[in-house]
Structures are given as C-alpha cells and as structure tokens.
C-alpha cells in the first residue's frame, strides 16, 4: 500500500522536536539552514505579482517614499499602505523609481496553492490548531515593511532570492512606533542579535514580540508560516455567546444579605457573585461551555474559503479513490477534535470545523476525521464504511480535498 509521503520537520538535525519546543518555542531565535528545501524555487515573483491581481486575493502593496521633510529627519520614510483588490497601474509607477521601495504581501496562501499548505507538515511537531496562514512577501530589492515585531510565533522562510533579516531586543506594550505612519514600526531595536542573509530554502524562526528587520537583497519571496492562539477576549466573547443557550444560567442568583447603606454594592456582595461564577466555570457545566468556545474559536478560520466553481460529481471522486487518490485535511481549513468524557457524543470524541462543532456523525465518520485531523490521508479502503455523501459533504465544505496527483510526483 502506497502512503502519503511525509516532509521532514523543519528542523536542524541535532535538534528535537522536543528541544526546540522545551528551548527556543516562545523564548529565543533559531536559524534553521535549508529547513525547507522543498520551498526553494517553488514561486516566482511574477507567480506572485499575478496572484496579487486576482479579485478574491487578500493582498496590500506596501510603500515606503524617501522624505525631505525637516521635521521627521529622524525617520526617512512616509509609509503607504494600499488593501486589495489591487491594479497593474499600482505597481507601474513604483518600476525602476529612485525615491520607492516597495513589497507584496499576499495572505492566506495555502488556499491558492495546495502544494504549498503540504508544507504544514514541517511543523507537525506544533498542534495544527495554532496554525495561522503561509503569508508571502515579495520585494524588489531594498524592499521591506519596516523594523517591528509580531505577537505570535513565525518561520520565516526563504523561496526564491535573498533576504538579510536583523533580530534586536524583545518589544512589550510600553514600545513607542513611529507616529503618522499607518503600519507599526519602530526605530529603536536595541543591541542587534542576528545579522544574516537567508538564501532560498532557509528558515528563521521569530518567538513573540521579538524585534525583527527584513530587507531584500534582490528580487525576493520570503514566505511566513505563522502561529498564533486565540487572546481572552476572543475566548470571553464566544463564551457569552455560548451561554446564551443555557437556560439555567439565566436564573437570578441567591445571595446572602446583611444590613448595610441602602444604595451601596458592597465589596461582600461582589465577591459572592465573583464567587458563584468561579464556581460555574469549575462546574462540569462550565467545563463543558468553556471547551466548545475554545474549541470553535481556534478552529474559525481568518479568511473566507474560496469554493471551486467546478466540483467533482461523486462518480468521479470514487473513480480518483479507486485509481488511488487519497483524502486529505485541507490546510485552507481548520479541522480538529477534543477528546472530552464530560460531552455526550460517539467515542467522547467531538470535531470541529471552521469554527463549528460537527453533529450528527456515525463512529466510521467521527474515527476517519479524527485521523484526517491528524494529518493521514485516507485512501479507498479506510474510507469504506463512509457514506460518499459524507465524503462529498466534506469536500463540498472544504473540510478536505482530494489528493489525485501525488502519486505521479512521489512514484518509487
């Protein structure tokens, strides 16, 4: 039986999974030489200049003009910044112009290119629900987006030309940008760390807030895999919303009383309701809303999912199984599960997709994506107690695609 080929982990060979994640995960730099080879080459940047044209493409044309301006000597530059759907006659006059620079960056990229969003399997060894998007910047060369910093995690990964990337101090709330200017960026790195040229198949990776420079050296597409978790707001939010549908919780609370000022809300009063909520979300009712938030929060997608104006019929696709295709999770989606004996459902396995929670799933269905979550492809003989209304439901969903081409590329 033929199996889906595997990327090795973008890694360097005298370092772990588990080291990396012990050592430098969130907490310091690490320059991985041709940690993805596979990406070299793989994108020119007219490929990329033509995607950043097309209606649906999330992209913004970055500028940076020299400045005469007296006032702001101490910064060089005006930024610009231009959101699609962007025009050949935008880059026009930015050709050959001496008082420019200029990038592209273009979000989301795995959804153009699945070749690309197989890539994700270098970094198998980070939970896929912390997945964020492939983010490609092209430059010509001085190109940049200015000295600034990130609040989550990225490979910055060399595919085509040359890169220097300088890396300075660590940045919190109190970091000043520079005013007038509709990007973050900041003068002030500190002590510089790391000054090197990536050539095409190396990678960076950045922790947090750490200070980072890109500027390229030539015509360049640096492609960015990031990683990031929800923030409490986000959490907070979808627990309200979630609550709403629990009647119990709508029930006014009993609280102890003591004489008191009429019109005062005593300390004592607020930290009996601060108390009761404390209690609810210890509860295994709390434990149960707080879960399928979480759950539907990190796996609601950023971007909205580009459906293909052909799809398969469902002959088709069994005929591509038969002759060998496979069925992937599509890594344009967000596909996960949880494993929680407190929820009523087949196997104490919940699954979520693109921010909701899959209902109505027989144990061959809740088993098989459950797998697909975890990165196998499934082939016709795993897939042979599923309904192909199921399987059509899913790539209709873009939960999935169909691998058929793999198998001429990966031949022995």
Aim: a negative charge; hydrophobic letters at 35%.
């Amino acid at each position: 039986m033929q199996t889906h080929p595997t990327i090795p982990h973008c890694l360097p060979n005298d370092i772990s999974p588990e080291q990396f994640l012990a050592e430098y995960w969130q907490k310091k730099p690490l320059l991985i030489k041709q940690g993805l080879p596979q990406l070299a080459a793989m994108f020119e940047p007219d490929d990329i200049l033509g995607l950043a044209l097309e209606e649906e493409v999330t992209a913004r044309l970055i500028t940076q003009t020299k400045t005469t301006n007296p006032a702001n000597q101490s910064h060089p530059y005006q930024w610009q910044v231009k959101k699609s759907p962007l025009a050949k006659t935008d880059f026009e006059p930015l050709i050959n112009s001496d008082n420019e620079l200029w990038t592209v960056l273009v979000q989301n990229l795995e959804q153009w290119s699945p070749e690309l969003g197989q890539l994700w399997q270098a970094f198998d060894f980070i939970p896929s629900w912390q997945r964020d998007d492939i983010m490609v910047s092209y430059a010509p060369q001085g190109g940049s987006v200015g000295k600034h910093y990130d609040d989550y995690d990225v490979f910055l990964a060399q595919g085509y030309g040359q890169r220097r990337w300088q890396l300075g101090k660590y940045c919190n709330e109190t970091t000043e940008f520079v005013p007038d200017q509709p990007i973050r960026i900041f003068d002030d790195m500190g002590e510089i760390i790391f000054d090197e040229v990536l050539q095409a198949g190396d990678v960076l990776y950045v922790p947090p807030k750490l200070s980072h420079f890109g500027v390229s050296e030539d015509n360049c597409l640096t492609f960015s895999f990031g990683f990031r978790r929800p923030n409490l707001m986000q959490v907070l939010d979808g627990l309200a919303d979630m609550a709403t549908s629990e009647s119990s919780l709508f029930i006014p609370m009993l609280l102890e009383q003591t004489p008191q000022p009429t019109g005062q809300l005593s300390q004592a009063s607020i930290s009996a309701i601060k108390r009761q909520l404390i209690a609810m979300l210890n509860s295994p009712l709390g434990e149960q809303l707080i879960t399928q938030t979480v759950s539907e929060v990190v796996s609601k997608r950023q971007y909205d999912i580009l459906i293909p104006e052909d799809m398969l019929a469902t002959d088709e696709v069994l005929e591509a199984l038969a002759d060998g295709a496979c069925i992937q999770a599509d890594y344009n989606s967000r596909l996960l599960y949880v494993e929680n004996s407190t929820q009523d459902c087949e196997n104490n396995i919940s699954i979520y997709a693109n921010g909701q929670l899959l209902t109505d799933l027989n144990p061959s269905e809740i088993h098989a994506l459950k797998r697909l979550a975890d990165g196998e492809s499934l082939y016709q003989q795993d897939l042979a107690n599923i309904d192909p209304d199921s399987i059509m439901e899913w790539l209709e969903n873009s939960w999935v695609w169909l691998d058929s081409d793999m198998f001429d590329e990966y031949e022995d």
